[in-house]
């Protein structure tokens, strides 16, 4: 089977950012000018309530109030937006997702590489372009107009290296010494000190977008990982003990007993939500793909906990595949979209379904896009800019910023940018999350916002 290759600079950063995510853990060496990654320093801990625990790892976790009686008072509050990150790990090739299949210089860049034009689905909003064959859940998607294109989004200046163009992305500015995400800048400015599971890292680490400086957000690894457990008890004592905590939490006329019993109250409430992510799993209304990769299971366990009225407002998850393709491009890159838009047209059909569609919308990017020339190994080096998508309902489903051809690339043979990601998070913010982009992103007024919310 043919595989592509990781440079070393991808390998070391995902070492980095690993060992950087085990908040307290340490980092190793960093050359002189790399960014420190986001949300490095962040305590950490997994946080246990009084007497269950919850697998689930805390951030800020110093910054954390009352955790039961603040998870129970968001999800009893009005339903709010909630924006979904999914990162494409390595700079996805722009000319593979969406290729200029009849352009003869785009064939002659890539004579080994180059995609013809009945492989893939035309792209409707430019006669120019073609949906990679992987892509057609999107493409399907698109054609219902739940699908906003950036065919070319980046930044003035590009850095194509790994490291620092994705932290760029996950500060939400061109800073290498910003050390916050601009999701968790967002949350400390509209979230809360009594709810961890307002910034949700579906992950075994925190994802850097994430880190907060006020506010606590958390990590898990798996949904069905998010569950109640008391020491030395199971079976049926176990559910005897639970069904317990309901006529516990009636009110009592004395304050004292009726403080106890909001506690008792709150903690049934808590695991009447968690129900669905126990045990033998959770039901979903629509089929995923299957297979040994979690994505999807994420997505299915993500769009339950949404169901189940847990107060998230932020998500992020890294999304399946190995898109540092510097060699044997084809297949890897085939394989990694191929299950990725699969699974996230599982998770939108999954959201209609259980009638939350107009309450989520999701985010795809990726660190940059390859450059435009094929390399001597069947693969792409790096480039600058990339693809990037926004789905849902309320997405507008429009092309934002056009494809720039393959005719005028910039000095290093790369795409050239027609959106900025800086600009995009502005408009996600003013328009999807109702915070002032200014408060957020630093320079906020010199970006142009496209309009992405309908």
Not at 21 to 26: H, K, P, Q, S
Not at 370 to 378: L, P, V, Y
Not at 426 to 433: F, K, N, R
């Amino acid at each position: 089977m043919s595989r592509c290759h990781h440079c070393d600079e991808f390998s070391r950063a995902a070492f980095v950012r690993r060992t950087a995510a085990e908040a307290g853990r340490g980092l190793p060496a960093i050359e002189p000018g790399m960014p420190l990654p986001a949300g490095t320093g962040l305590d950490r801990r997994a946080f246990v309530t009084r007497s269950f625990g919850l697998a689930l790892a805390v951030y800020g976790v110093g910054k954390l109030n009352l955790f039961e009686e603040g998870i129970a008072r968001a999800a009893s509050g009005p339903a709010q937006p909630v924006l979904v990150s999914v990162f494409l790990p390595g700079g996805t090739d722009a000319l593979s997702v969406l290729y200029p299949a009849l352009d003869g210089r785009y064939r002659q860049l890539r004579p080994s590489l180059a995609l013809d034009a009945k492989d893939g689905t035309p792209f409707a909003e430019d006669n120019r372009l073609y949906w990679h064959p992987s892509l057609q859940p999107f493409a399907t998607l698109h054609g219902e107009g739940k699908v906003s294109v950036m065919p070319a989004v980046g930044y003035t200046h590009p850095d194509q290296s790994h490291f620092t163009s994705r932290h760029f992305w996950e500060v939400g500015a061109t800073q290498a010494q910003l050390v916050t995400g601009w999701m968790g800048r967002y949350l400390d400015h509209a979230g809360t000190r009594d709810n961890p599971l307002q910034g949700l890292s579906l992950d075994y680490q925190l994802q850097p977008s994430l880190a907060s400086g006020k506010v606590p957000v958390a990590s898990l690894a798996s949904p069905d990982d998010y569950t109640f457990w008391a020491p030395g008890v199971w079976g049926d004592v176990e559910e005897r003990m639970l069904e317990a905590l309901q006529p516990l939490g009636a009110r009592r006329s004395d304050p004292f007993l009726n403080q106890a019993a909001q506690a008792s109250a709150q903690a049934d409430r808590l695991r009447r939500q968690l129900a669905p992510f126990t045990g033998n799993g959770y039901g979903t209304p629509v089929p995923y793909p299957d297979g040994d990769d979690g994505f999807p299971k994420q997505l299915a366990g993500l769009a339950a906990m949404l169901a189940a009225n847990l107060p998230l407002r932020c998500v992020a998850i890294t999304a399946p595949g190995e898109y540092d393709t510097h060699s044997d491009q084809p297949k890897a890159l085939a394989d990694g979209l191929d299950l990725t838009a699969r699974s996230l047209l599982a998770f939108q059909r999954d959201l209609e379904a259980r009638g939350l569609a107009d309450r989520v919308l999701t985010l795809v990017w990726s660190e940059f896009g390859r450059r435009a020339e094929e390399n001597g190994s069947d693969g792409t080096d790096h480039g600058a800019a990339g693809t990037a998508f926004l789905i849902g309902t309320r997405a507008r489903g429009q092309m934002v910023g056009e494809f720039p051809g393959v005719t005028n690339l910039d000095e290093d043979g790369n795409l050239r940018a027609t959106s900025d990601f800086r600009g995009v998070y502005c408009s996600l913010l003013e328009q999807w999350l109702g915070e002032d982009a200014a408060a957020v992103i630093p320079g906020a007024s010199s970006f142009q916002r496209p309009v992405l919310v309908k």
